[in-house]
């Protein structure tokens, strides 16, 4: 019962934000025209409509198992009359009204599937971006594996199963109160069959007595489908995320000549997928064998339950009939959790994957708000860091910064070996860092830009990759051909609006390029480089630094890197250097500046 209760809770999280959000939104309403409203008003009014209709539908098929009855028995009676007079005027009648219900309900449940999935996509896309908590949720360890499917395939899932188990959920309510004030009325004056043992609503204990029964059986079958079902979801995840991977780095895999160790990778998770798979197969294999043979019984139960009164004269084929597809009403609405068994086990482990989704978002959220770290603007134009300490993940400090000012048209180089805390150093500057305590005051109204050693190139046109993350179409075609002219791409300039998968098509040394012709176009007051020339030969990183100084003279450069040859470039030099402790702290070196000219 504990579980049932926290996996209700869960999906109510999950589903409450939804309707009673306060976004507006424009619906078209015939003939009203286009119509501004609430998005949670045409989510309830939609939902209201939908669950309207169902209950309709249940009210149509009440009145159908009265015309069943009268029709049997017309027939029984050898009625002719009263036989077509039953199917043109009332089953032809209400047929036709149930038809038009269920298309009108049809696409009133697309239309807010539609829109819930839109709604939920966007917030958890917004919330996973947004305060980079996606970078945080790395950071974290926590289980949140494989977002994008998290994002594509569950929330899809989710809305169209909870709009459907909802919807069969309070069908089947509607059914069994409905259905058994029928099997209730027309058992009320049966006995048990060979006895005079009078039972009020015999047929009704009887349905329930048997379903519970069934239902019981039904779940300690399937149990472990729910716990087998996450896991084949997770491991589908990782294998299409490998093969992904693999395409992104095949060029480095084929000069590795890594090859048979990826075929061997991809050969365990896939056999990871199937066996998995192969022990979902063999559950639902014994779950089927139970529900079906229970299915074929409960075509012939409910006539065997009835059949001794018929043929004692007691009831008319009609009633027999009308009773039979009452008994069946109320048994397969009663067995529900039945019918329903291993959409729930798919269910389920959706619902645990948003939740633990959640949850993980929940931490990179909370981290953030409980780093001491403090970036935020302060006063003058030199970036200035006071008591910084930064850790790693682990807890484990790595550097610290006791008090350091950057002045403005100072270009500064930060070296150090690996592992010393200088790409960290970076992070903390940009403001995604957590782990640490102090303070960052950058210089009033800058515009910062860092680059790293790797960028980010979307998927999209050339145009895309050279502007991100700048989608304002505000430089024209003249602007970034120049830049990447400048950058040392002319060959690229022609190439504005193709589509290709850069990241692959484009050397690091190319992709390197393409980030400093973002910096050429963002023109940003500092500009920090994280080794971002580092796949360079010399001659053009050197070319490249005094473009740069050329191109952006209002632009205060900070840098890190390894070459020597990097510091003819920059004014001023600090080098990581570690204490006793084993934490590195930034001294100053200084050194004679060649002119970068």
């Known amino acids: 019962m504990q579980r049932l209760k926290q996996a209700l809770?869960?999906?109510?999280?999950?589903?409450?934000?939804?309707?009673?959000?306060?976004?507006?939104?424009?619906?078209?309403?015939?003939?009203?025209?286009?119509?501004?409203?609430?998005?949670?008003?045409?989510?309830?009014?939609?939902?209201?409509?939908?669950?309207?209709?169902?209950?309709?539908?249940?009210?149509?098929?009440?009145?159908?198992?009265?015309?069943?009855?009268?029709?049997?028995?017309?027939?029984?009676?050898?009625?002719?009359?009263?036989?077509?007079?039953?199917?043109?005027?009332?089953?032809?009648?209400?047929?036709?009204?149930?038809?038009?219900?269920?298309?009108?309900?049809?696409?009133?449940?697309?239309?807010?599937r539609i829109r819930w999935r839109a709604w939920m996509t966007r917030h958890y896309v917004d919330r996973w971006l947004g305060r980079n908590n996606h970078y945080r949720m790395g950071l974290t360890g926590a289980q949140a594996d494989n977002p994008d499917q998290r994002i594509a395939d569950d929330i899809d899932q989710f809305t169209q199963t909870t709009q459907s188990l909802t919807i069969s959920f309070l069908s089947a309510v509607s059914n069994l109160i409905s259905f058994s004030v029928i099997l209730w009325n027309i058992s009320a004056s049966f006995t048990v069959p060979g006895t005079d043992w009078h039972v009020p609503g015999f047929l009704v204990w009887g349905a329930l007595i048997y379903s519970a029964l069934v239902t019981w059986l039904t779940h300690l079958i399937g149990r472990p489908l729910i716990r087998l079902n996450f896991e084949q979801q997770r491991r589908e995840a990782d294998f299409r995320f490998s093969l992904a991977r693999l395409r992104e780095y095949g060029e480095q895999v084929a000069l590795l000549g890594g090859g048979g160790a990826e075929r061997a990778s991809l050969r365990d998770r896939f056999g990871a997928l199937i066996a998995n798979f192969y022990s979902i197969v063999d559950r639902r294999k014994k779950l089927a064998a139970f529900t079906v043979s229970y299915q074929q019984a409960n075509v012939v139960i409910p006539y065997i339950l009835v059949a001794p009164y018929y043929f004692a004269g007691q009831i008319p084929l009609g009633?027999?009939?009308?009773?039979?597809?009452?008994?069946?009403?109320?048994?397969?609405?009663?067995?529900?959790?039945?019918?329903?068994?291993?959409?729930?086990?798919?269910?389920?482990?959706?619902?645990d994957r948003l939740t633990t989704f959640d949850a993980a978002m929940d931490r990179a959220e909370a981290m953030e708000t409980a780093s001491r770290l403090a970036v935020a603007p302060g006063r003058g134009d030199a970036l200035r860091i006071s008591n910084l300490r930064l850790a790693l993940p682990d807890g484990r400090e790595v550097a610290a910064v006791d008090d350091l000012a950057l002045s403005p048209g100072e270009t500064t180089l930060l070296t150090g070996p690996s592992g010393s805390g200088k790409s960290t150093l970076f992070r903390a500057l940009a403001g995604i860092w957590p782990f640490g305590e102090g303070e960052v005051r950058t210089p009033e109204g800058a515009r910062l830009m860092l680059l790293p050693q790797r960028p980010y190139l979307p998927m999209g046109t050339l145009r895309q990759a050279t502007t991100y993350p700048d989608a304002s179409g505000r430089h024209d075609d003249a602007a970034i051909r120049a830049a990447l002219e400048a950058a040392r791409l002319p060959y690229l300039a022609a190439r504005l609006d193709e589509e290709a998968p850069w990241a692959q098509t484009l050397s690091l040394g190319e992709q390197q390029r393409i980030a400093i012709a973002r910096a050429l176009l963002a023109k940003p007051d500092w500009l920090f480089l994280d080794e971002a020339t580092a796949a360079l030969d010399e001659p053009t990183e050197a070319a490249l630094y005094r473009m740069l100084r050329q191109h952006l003279p209002d632009t205060t450069l900070v840098s890190i890197g390894h070459r020597s040859t990097l510091e003819a470039f920059h004014q001023r030099r600090l080098a990581m250097a570690a204490n006793d402790d084993g934490v590195f702290v930034p001294r100053d070196v200084r050194h004679e500046p060649v002119a970068a000219q």
């Open 9 to 112: 809770l869960q999906i109510w999280r999950l589903t409450y934000p939804y309707y009673v959000t306060r976004e507006e939104t424009e619906i078209r309403i015939w003939p009203f025209g286009t119509v501004r409203m609430q998005e949670r008003w045409v989510a309830l009014t939609m939902a209201a409509l939908v669950i309207g209709i169902e209950f309709a539908q249940v009210a149509i098929n009440v009145r159908l198992s009265y015309f069943n009855r009268d029709w049997f028995n017309a027939i029984q009676n050898k009625d002719a009359a009263a036989f077509w007079s039953l199917l043109f005027w009332v089953f032809c009648f209400w047929a036709a009204v149930y038809v038009a219900s269920a298309i009108i309900q049809y696409v009133l449940q697309s239309f807010l």
């Open 319 to 351: 009633v027999m009939t009308q009773t039979a597809g009452a008994f069946a009403r109320v048994e397969s609405t009663m067995s529900f959790f039945i019918t329903f068994y291993v959409t729930l086990a798919d269910y389920k482990a959706q619902v």
